[in-house]
């Protein structure tokens, strides 16, 4: 089973969706962000895109600034591996994306297939450019997902915040 | 692997893809553009480089993403994406993704040498009957068409700027080894001068 996740953070996440003015919400579900994605689904003022791979969410981000629209990436870590080569977009032409992460592949997963991604995701994205920050506990999430927004649109870069898999609770399938 | 569809002399005969690009982006007004890597980008590029064209150099998969994403948050203007056969091949899934968004403002426009031009022209999958138009229509574009002539891009163009979309068009084009037409290497260069034409002094104040 998975802890039911709590919707304290995935509110607050939402008000800083809606006080930082971003438009579009691009999303590969995930159990973690469940909360957060129906309260995006439900503002008829957000652009909720649904993707079918974490890459099209990174192409879909340069797009809306090249528009002007701010964006924000929701997926779970095994995600970042599919977005690779495409985060070359944002960091030889300074789009900014805060992309906001629930991670797998750590503390007490029972899949072994997540794990190599989980390992990596960190490292990944930092050598293709990406500020990473890494939240722990719950009340971390919201000041640090603020500071991936601000930092991304007022540096011009892409930016992510790793939900630790601790705080979301680890999914077992053994109740 | 069976042999290729098309025959050497059909493939002759079909349309030119710069004189296609051209007759595309004629008149183009406040037309946005997307230009999908290696030859749809120097096809753009060759009918005239303009700030309100982004041409990509990489991010291979990502052009019809990108045009979803600039469509979105441009309602009020007319978007196309111009791309090749293997470009789209590798972000096929963003068909789905554009199905259902259904912005009514997009439209795809595929290229289709059924080669990969840029690394030797080996054949793509559309070479061997993949049908990328079935697949858009599959996937909910409202308007899906497979074009073989001139008088076809002359009412594509019109289409993409008045039709409801999403548009999908399959144009399929002669394998011709051109000369390249590069456009401005630089992306925050070309990401700047977009955004400066588009939305103008606060292209750099926004935060």
């Known amino acids: 089973m998975t802890s039911a996740p709590s919707t304290h953070w995935s509110e607050s996440l939402y008000r800083l969706i809606k006080a930082q003015k971003v438009r579009q919400v691009s999303v590969v579900p995930d159990a973690g962000h469940s909360a957060l994605i129906r309260l995006c689904e439900a503002d008829r003022d957000l652009q909720l895109v649904r993707l079918t791979t974490e890459e099209e969410g990174i192409a879909l981000a340069a797009g809306a600034w090249l528009g002007g629209d701010k964006s924000v990436l929701l997926m779970q870590s095994s995600g970042v591996g599919n977005c690779i080569n495409m985060l070359s977009l944002l960091s030889v032409c300074q789009f900014p994306l805060a992309m906001w992460i ?74 | 692997m069976s042999a290729p569809v098309t025959t050497r002399s059909e493939m002759d005969q079909r349309l030119k893809r710069r004189e296609v690009a051209k007759a595309l982006l004629a008149d183009r007004g406040d037309l946005l553009v997307v230009a999908g890597l290696g030859s749809a980008a120097w096809d753009v590029t060759a009918a005239g480089d303009h700030p309100l064209t982004f041409p990509l150099w990489g991010a291979m998969g990502g052009a019809p993403a990108i045009g979803l994403g600039l469509a979105i948050a441009q309602p009020d203007r007319r978007v196309v994406v111009v791309t090749g056969d293997g470009e789209l091949l590798m972000g096929m899934g963003s068909l789905a993704t554009i199905g259902i968004a259904r912005p009514g403002n997009l439209s795809v426009v595929v290229l289709d040498n059924e080669r990969y031009g840029e690394t030797g022209m080996q054949e793509s999958h559309t070479a061997h009957g993949v049908d990328l138009a079935a697949v858009a229509a599959a996937c909910g574009f409202h308007k899906v068409s497979t074009i073989t002539a001139m008088q076809q891009v002359e009412q594509l163009r019109a289409d993409m700027h008045s039709v409801q979309g999403p548009l999908f068009a399959q144009i399929k084009i002669a394998a011709e080894n051109l000369p390249l037409t590069l456009p401005p290497r630089d992306g925050t260069h070309l990401k700047n001068r977009f955004r400066e034409a588009l939305l103008g002094d606060k292209a750099h104040f926004q935060r």
């Open chain 1, 102 to 175: 629930t991670m797998r592949g750590d503390w007490a997963e029972f899949n072994p297939w997540q794990v190599p991604m989980g390992r990596a995701t960190k490292n990944v994205l930092e050598e293709m450019g990406v500020l990473v920050s890494r939240a722990e506990r719950e009340d971390e999430i919201a000041p640090l997902a603020e500071g991936t927004l601000r930092m991304a649109y007022n540096t011009l870069r892409p930016t992510a915040l790793l939900i630790g898999q601790r705080l979301l609770g680890a999914k077992t399938f053994e109740d």
